[in-house]
DNA sequence: TAATTAGTATGTTGAAGCAACAAATTGATT
DNA sequence: AATCAATTTGTTGCTTCAACATACTAATTA
């Protein structure tokens, strides 16, 4: 429903996010400029500086003394304001991470974990390590301002609450109400790619963007849009799926899990690499991955191919070249529909991100219309395969921006 | 850049537009309702519907003597406010027509135009029937409220500039400046498919919804992408080439003007339909279309084909219905993406609907993933090949319901 | 010392809330 | 049938408080 503006307590909180935000963006930054950017009279801004100075969310840091006249007292974001827990569950593992206010990662661990074998255990294993986190960052003599929670599948986020995630084969799993009373914490729910989309916009690469798209590589292909300044979830929270649209290759294509040949997602994502390599090494063994799989003493792997590519290895790099191409192609499609601003690129796939980024970018201004490729800028995520799970400090780290006062309560 | 809140004024104006919107969308309604819903005070409510009356924007009709107590005073909007006048220019055409502030038509003129012949003459042959349309108009003793301007190609709204329209091969184009300075009156330009989303949102079968899509079908295929309550134009204008996107068909694909092949526009525009229909009579002649053809004594088209059909005629029926499939694969891809509420489908193409839908809606079910497939409603555009008519209007009266106070100035 | 830019203090404006009230109806009670 | 309580709608007058305007002080350069 449409957000009608009530009394001017709503004003009040409306303009001090948007003077946080703005200090949060284009740090350091004097009063006197933010009066220029937002039009808000300067007073205005003193006394809504003098508030989220009062609430140690700001920082004044130094003056500038730059051209003639009285020197602007420079504002920055306060990174000591509080501490943010992230937790992604991903397919076959669990990643925590306690970072500040600005996402500067103070603790972290990851584990595998099975979640096909038994939901409780998988959670349970998830608040041993959530607790661990907090023991680790109490340490810190700080607060705690909150848990994010990013997870494969659709979320009612509202309520906290995963709707359904095929990948890990759940339905209805509360989250937000298992995870808030374990941790005594206010917990926030979302879909890992939305969620580092997010991230991507509050500490990565799209930071001032409006319009830009999050793939999220790795056993699928996900997406994240962020459109007109914000996170666009459609009618359900099922918009993203940008991985089962067709590409144009050759006729023999496999059969996708969605029952569709021909979907984006069975040309690029993890296994599809992992599935072009086999096939390689059955007739040229010129390669040096059997050896690498002897020394890891494991299955082949996305990191095992990527260290080949290192080396220099022509299946390893041919293979990314391959699966790049056909990200560009689906990529090229998008591009077409959004007219992005950017293209961010992240997920355990995005480990090998300068060997596919080439062959991306040659297939997407071969695809694309010219008057719209020539506008879009491609781009690996900063946060690689952690993405999301900076995503999950991201969406706490959000809702503080959105809402300033509410750390009151905290 | 972000909109930021500033003086009180802006607050009124907000308030004042969520209110006219309110009684646009859910007439009638009465003040009580409205405070219910919007959550302002019953007196706010009460001052900003009395500035609405004063402005003749809105009229008090009758009472609703429904349960025990004081019966509600019902509001409706005002449709004699003022006259619109929309312009569409087509491919080969002009369309002009002028209506009420509901969007209902007063009059209307259609003729045949060539734009690639002479850029001016077009434009004059345009303003020549804006000027009947203007005189036909002025018999309602009311004011014109504004003209909108719905045209192929990329628009900068704001400077009311056609950037370029590869149909119409045209470039920097001031419409803005040439209607203006020869009617007086305020106007709007709008890429056609996004107008078109606009009447669907405002007078069509999309009010209330926050999330669809228009697919404007027609020479190509265009877009207009309505999300999270408000039209998306992407980083420059250009969102919207939905018609680019390859879909998964039998591999001896036509190449499509934009280079590539394999585009679903290939597969589902109007002359992929005249293109399959003349194949097919070469091979067989139990057709009615050749004589339909000589009775018109033009050439081969939809609206001939459309006869044909509705006179059951099995060439013509399955192949709208074959285009029908190719527009149901490309809408599965869309869908996936955007999990919209409702696909809105107009333009020239659309006079066939009856024929296309039943493909497209089995086609849809086939391919879309059954989650998202769900929740979607695909549905005909009540204006059909007008769509983008209206859509000039709607230009215009969204305008005002977006700036109630601007009116005074008219 | 003048000019310039940054930020503050004080009083004003006005949009919306609040609470009490008036208006118009239904229905139960006398 | 007349009356009165209950209910819902809409208005009036007063209060609150966020942002503005303007005049001020502060701190620097030339």
């Known amino acids: 429903m449409t957000k009608y503006i009530t009394d001017q307590a709503l004003v009040r909180e409306f303009n001090l996010s948007s003077v946080l935000r703005l200090i949060h963006a284009q740090p350091p930054i004097s009063r006197a400029q933010m009066a220029g950017i937002t039009g808000l009279n300067k007073s205005t801004i003193s006394s809504l500086v003098d508030d989220l100075l009062t609430q140690n969310l700001i920082l004044e840091t130094g003056s500038n003394t730059g051209g003639g006249g009285r020197p602007a007292t420079l504002l920055e974001m306060n990174p000591q304001v509080g501490l943010i827990i992230g937790v992604e569950l991903g397919v076959d593992f669990v990643s925590v991470a306690v970072t500040d206010f600005l996402g500067n990662i ?16 998988m959670i349970n294993q ?18 705690f301002l909150g848990l994010g929670l990013a997870t494969p599948g659709t979320v009612d986020i509202k309520e906290g609450v995963l709707i359904f995630a095929p990948n890990l084969h759940w339905r209805n799993v509360p989250f937000g109400k298992i995870f808030s009373e ?86 690029a994502n993890q296994y599809s690499i992992i599935q072009r390599i086999q096939a390689r090494l059955e007739v040229k063994r010129t390669s040096i991955i059997p050896k690498l799989i002897a020394e890891h003493n494991s299955p ?71 008057e719209i490729d020539q506008q879009v800028e491609v781009l690996l995520s900063p946060f690689g395969p952690d993405a999301s799970l900076l995503g999950a400090i991201a969406i706490v780290a959000d809702d503080i921006l959105s809402h300033p006062s509410s750390i009151e309560g905290i």
Chains 1, 2 share one sequence.
């Open 300 to 370: 082949l792997s996305i990191p095992i191919i990527k260290q080949a590519a290192d080396a220099g290895d022509r299946e390893a790099i041919d293979s990314f070249a391959e699966a790049g191409h056909a990200m560009g192609q689906g990529l090229a499609g998008l591009i077409n529909i959004f007219n992005p601003e950017k293209i961010v690129i992240g997920g355990p796939l995005s480990i090998a991100g300068e060997y596919l980024l080439p062959a991306i970018k040659e297939t997407v201004a071969r695809h694309a219309l010219p």
């Open 106 to 121: 103070i603790w972290r661990r990851r584990e595998d974990a099975d979640p096909t074998e038994d939901q409780d255990k």
């Open 126 to 143: 998830t608040l041993g390590i959530v607790k661990e986190a907090m023991a680790a960052g109490k340490k810190k003599n700080t607060r």
């Open 182 to 267: 374990q941790t005594r914490l206010r917990v926030f729910v979302e879909n890992d790619a939305n969620a580092a989309a997010i991230a991507e916009h509050l500490f990565g690469t799209a930071r001032q963007c409006q319009d830009f798209i999050f793939v999220f590589a790795g056993v699928g292909i996900g997406g994240g849009l962020f459109l007109n300044g914000k996170l666009y979830r459609g009618k359900n929270g099922y918009a993203g799926e940008i991985g089962h649209s067709p590409i144009m290759a050759e006729p023999s294509q496999t059969v996708c899990h969605c029952g569709n040949r021909g979907c984006w997602e069975t040309y």
